[in-house]
């Protein structure tokens, strides 16, 4: 594979240029679902189940059925005569076989679980219709704690298992319990990660029109996965792929919560083939707390052997992780990345995991920006335990650990392999930036006076762009590949599209200047176009931090084979027998003549008129036009690495955490825009502190959703944040192209660890250590008073 | 429920509607007026994504009913601009310091501080986070969004902004 063009150094690639999608943003002419105007549209909204578990009696509409502009009101039986049940059943041992109906039919399996959808000719009336709706519901026992749920005598949430342990598997290598039992010193520690949501500020929503006479459906839906949604509801819905159109238009954030076909989207297409017509639904704010996609709630314990220096020389990892009631991704997804990955920059020979996934009766979760983010919590609150039980210092403990530059490529003890990163010069930079040794003398100055600041370090190597080879060895469906094509028009405009679909990161700026580096454009000339599976090639969709490798990795390698075609028929029209001497430069062809480059007269306008319009004059054999596609497959996986520091202050009256500084010293190799890739980084990270301080989806014993409003779900506002500073220090991956290696959520792995350590060390003198997220105010207090 | 014929005077422009009088002003401008740059994001007044100016001042309109704001003059985010039909300060600003990444959030905050940029023409950071609080975005971290509005108000002040913080 060519990674670099040789020629030149990069233009368009690290160009810091404002993005070319905020001009429609910024003047109120965005087109997110709601503002897609379909005249005639239906209104479709859902009766929820107020219990968390409980057998659905009888359901009776006769009332709502009669108000004037109800159009109807469908079931869970309506829907199974139309779609087919989701199965989820990969071939992975130890993975249970789940299946779920479109709608439930017989009960329900969490607060806010679909019972009965309405349509009617208006949002309001739908919606006043549904207050007239009698369900009959006998309540069942809920499971709402994922260890007792393992008890025989738990009630099941799927009845079709014999257990709610729904995923568990083990991994070992071979002389790990050998290590650990000829050990003098095992450290414990334990990681308990509290539930979330994703929150797009845009909820989700869809619009179906179906065109009876071409039996096609077109599908409007805010999807981070155009393709793969396209042929799920295809499949599900019995109709072809190529009966369905899936545009995904402006999407107000997705963050994981859009990959997924939800039920209450596949049951709006449904009707609106039943109907004939266009039905849409806008999910409010309640329904998305409540029931689009929960994340993260897992309980995990380390066992650390180690010698007297602090040397790791055994870990093992026990994760049990609450998946809620239902299936959207198979139940090892998650938490599986998590035990492959865990070690990140630290050696470790002997490692052994067992990661249980246990049903509950919650909302169903799924992948949220950096599913796999508690490793670094686990990994750097485990170097600090080690610190604190030897008394060390804990970067004595890390320096002691980290894996050097002349020891990568280093594979990992779960088999994945680490390459072209640098944490231990990223850690070794941001200490002497912050002045490591004068904070600590200051910190015990500080104790002194009744002052009680903390400092936090994480070092992060973050799983990037998971290519299908990583799937493969994880035993996880799916393919890591993207495509996209280039089409250059007999103007010598150039459009190019990708597979993937974008969120807000972006895409159309970086895309652009990934296919402008490779076929030497200007990325202003450079019209992208994704989001839509009947212009856009298809592809995996946008998840994983792989917007840049797999994404413009493959934009850039589409520009530059566009190239390859440009100059050859260059070389065709200048009458020389080779285009080896030519490059593509700004939209002009040049020439290399001893050594010298220089512009010719050629232009890719005059390349492509006669590309299409005179292709007499094409090399032998060549096909008129000029369009390229490419599809790749990336390595199985890609790594960038961060280093953060987040020094805090903690009230010890108050519980309040407040930051004194944040520094983050990253490598993410190359940028294909600086701009994006901070603002990436900086919503990463506040993500990761917000998870950490903030957010807390809450269920009472009864399964209750107590957080169902932004009054009662907290992110942070602007005014609880911290400045964030960034430096680089990149290096680029040699295995992709351009060495472009991805950076989108180790900003979250960043802050979760950070944040945890550095509210710990504050607190050491109250002999506490945070082993419990969300750190809110009142759980600090908790833990103080019970010190004093 | 029995709807009621109203006039709301909407960037300068009066648009005659037909309204149940529980209809939210944020629906009437997106469903009636046809202006969908006013995005919903709670329907609860928490996040601020639905922000328009009431007289010059502020208001949630996913918490105002359309019948309460007849005979106001209503701004929203399409009437927001610069000299030339170009963009004004702060949308200039937002551009440049990437102060916005999907967008959604985006008209709220920038009404806001439009309104508030004429009140405050020097904001110190910590005034500019306390009124930023009012709007929640997902994405940025509110980093840029800040450096936006710090260059956009220096920009007003007629001061060349220097570079970014």
């Given at each position: 594979m060519e990674h670099t063009k040789g020629k030149n150094d990069f233009t368009a690639l690290g160009k810091r240029m404002p993005r070319t999608e905020d001009h429609r943003l910024l003047t109120g002419h965005g087109r997110y679902i709601d503002d897609i105007d379909v005249p005639g549209a239906l209104h479709a909204c859902f009766i929820r189940s107020p219990y968390a578990h409980a057998s659905i009696l009888s359901i009776n509409s006769t009332e709502a059925e009669d108000m004037p502009g109800v159009i109807g009101i469908f079931t869970g039986k309506d829907l199974a005569e139309w779609t087919t049940s989701l199965r989820m059943a990969p071939s992975i041992e130890g993975v249970k076989p789940v299946e779920m109906t479109t709608l439930p039919i017989d009960k329900v399996r969490f607060h806010g679980d679909l019972v009965a959808c309405i349509v009617a000719t208006d949002r309001y009336i739908a919606e006043d219709a549904l207050e007239l709706v009698e369900v009959d519901y006998e309540p069942l026992d809920p499971v709402t704690n994922m260890f007792k749920a393992q008890d025989a005598g738990s009630a099941l949430v799927d009845e079709t298992l014999d257990t709610n342990l729904v995923s568990h598997q083990t991994f070992a290598t071979p002389d790990v319990e050998k290590v650990m039992a000829g050990t003098d010193r095992m450290i414990e520690t334990n990681f308990s990660e509290h539930r979330q949501t994703h929150l797009p500020i845009e909820t989700r929503g869809i619009i179906a029109e179906w065109d009876a006479g071409r039996e096609h459906l077109r599908i409007h839906v805010g999807t981070q996965a155009a393709h793969p949604y396209r042929t799920a509801i295809a499949g599900r819905m019995k109709l072809s792929e190529s009966q369905v159109t899936v545009i995904s238009p402006d999407v107000g954030g997705g963050f994981g919560q859009k990959i997924a076909l939800y039920r209450e989207e596949l049951t709006v297409a449904a009707l609106a083939r039943h109907l004939k017509c266009a039905v849409r639904w806008r999910e409010d704010r309640f329904e998305n707390l409540l029931a689009a996609s929960h994340a993260r709630e897992d309980w995990v314990r380390t066992r650390a052997a180690v010698d007297e220096n602090g040397k790791l020389k055994a870990l093992s990892l026990e994760i049990v992780e609450d998946f809620g009631g239902y299936c959207f991704y198979p139940a090892n997804y998650l938490a599986r990345v998590i035990a492959m990955i865990l070690s990140g920059p630290y050696k470790l020979d002997h490692y052994a995991f067992d990661v249980k996934v246990v049903l509950t009766n919650k909302c169903g979760n799924g992948p949220m920006r950096a599913p796999m983010a508690i490793t670094s919590w686990i990994m750097e609150g485990t170097m600090d335990a080690i610190a604190r039980d030897l008394n060390l210092d804990p970067v004595d403990v890390r320096r002691i650990n980290m894996i050097r530059e002349d020891e990568f490529p280093y594979q990992m003890a779960s088999g994945e392999t680490l390459e072209d990163i640098n944490p231990f010069e990223t850690m070794e930079k941001g200490l002497s930036i912050i002045g490591y040794e004068e904070l600590r003398s200051a910190q015990a100055a500080d104790r002194e006076r009744g002052i009680y600041r903390g400092i936090g370090i994480c070092n992060v190597v973050e799983s990037t762009t998971y290519g299908s080879k990583f799937y493969k060895s994880a035993g996880i469906p799916g393919s890591g590949h993207e495509s996209a094509w280039v089409k250059i028009e007999p103007s010598g405009a150039v459009r190019g599209a990708v597979g993937i679909s974008a969120t807000g990161q972006g895409y159309?700026?970086?895309?652009?200047?990934?296919?402008?580096?490779?076929?030497?454009?200007?990325?202003?000339?450079?019209?992208?176009?994704?989001?839509?599976?009947?212009?856009?090639?298809?592809?995996?969709?946008?998840?994983?931090?792989?917007?840049?490798?797999?994404?413009?990795?493959?934009?850039?390698?589409?520009?530059?084979?566009?190239?390859?075609?440009?100059?050859?028929?260059?070389?065709?029209?200048?009458?020389?027998?080779?285009?080896?001497?030519?490059?593509?430069?700004?939209?002009?062809?040049?020439?290399?003549?001893?050594?010298?480059?220089?512009?010719?007269?050629?232009?890719?306008?005059?390349?492509?008129?006669?590309?299409?319009?005179d292709p007499t004059k094409l090399p032998d054999g060549m096909e008129p036009g000029l369009e390229v596609h490419k599809a790749y497959d990336p390595p199985p996986m890609t790594y960038s690495n961060s280093s953060h520091f987040c020094q805090v202050s903690v009230n010890i009256n108050t519980g309040e955490v407040t930051f004194d500084r944040y520094l983050i010293v990253e490598n993410c190799g190359t940028v294909i825009n600086p701009l994006i890739v901070e603002g990436q980084q900086h919503g990463a990270t506040i993500m990761g502190i917000s998870g950490t301080l903030f957010e807390h989806v809450v269920y009472d014993e009864n399964g209750q959703n107590l957080t169902g409003s932004l009054a009662d779900y907290l992110i942070p506002t602007a005014a609880d944040v911290p400045e964030l500073e960034i430096v680089h220090?990149?290096?680029?991956?040699?295995?992709?192209?351009?060495?472009?290696?991805?950076?989108?959520?180790?900003?979250?792995?960043?802050a979760i660890g950070a944040v945890s350590n550095a509210v710990s060390d504050a607190l050491a003198p109250f002999g506490i250590t945070i082993d419990k997220h969300p750190i809110t105010p009142d759980a600090l207090r908790a833990l103080l008073r019970n010190k004093s | 429920m029995k709807k009621v014929a109203i006039t709301l005077n909407i960037n300068n422009r009066d648009v005659d509607m037909l309204v149940e009088p529980r209809k939210l002003l944020s629906d009437a401008i997106r469903e009636d007026a046809r202006l969908t740059g006013t995005h919903v994001g709670c329907e609860h007044g928490v996040c601020g994504a639905c922000t328009v100016l009431v007289d010059g001042k502020p208001q949630r309109s996913c918490l105002t009913f359309a019948v309460q704001t007849q005979g106001k003059a209503i701004t929203t985010i399409e009437a927001v601009k610069g000299n030339n039909d170009g963009y004004s300060a702060l949308q200039q600003a937002l551009h440049e310091e990437h102060g916005l990444q999907c967008g959604f959030c985006t008209p709220g905050i920038i009404v806001t501080f439009e309104a508030y940029l004429k009140e405050n023409t020097n904001p110190t950071e910590d005034e500019i986070r306390d009124v930023l609080s009012g709007n929640l975005c997902r994405c940025t971290g509110y980093q840029n969004i800040i450096r936006a509005i710090q260059k956009a108000a220096a920009v007003m002040r007629g001061e060349t902004p220097g570079a970014a913080k």
């Open positions: 159309e700026t970086a895309f652009a200047q990934a296919i402008a580096e490779g076929l030497g454009v200007d990325p202003l000339e450079v019209k992208i176009e994704i989001g839509n599976t009947d212009i856009a090639p298809y592809g995996m969709g946008s998840r994983g931090a792989r917007g840049g490798t797999a994404g413009g990795g493959t934009a850039y390698l589409a520009g530059l084979e566009a190239q390859k075609k440009v100059l050859a028929i260059a070389a065709k029209m200048l009458a020389l027998n080779t285009a080896d001497q030519l490059c593509m430069k700004e939209g002009k062809v040049w020439r290399c003549i001893k050594d010298d480059w220089t512009e010719t007269e050629l232009t890719l306008a005059d390349i492509a008129r006669t590309a299409y319009l220090m990149h290096t680029p991956n040699k295995r992709t192209p351009a060495g472009i290696k991805g950076m989108a959520e180790g900003g979250v792995m960043g | -």
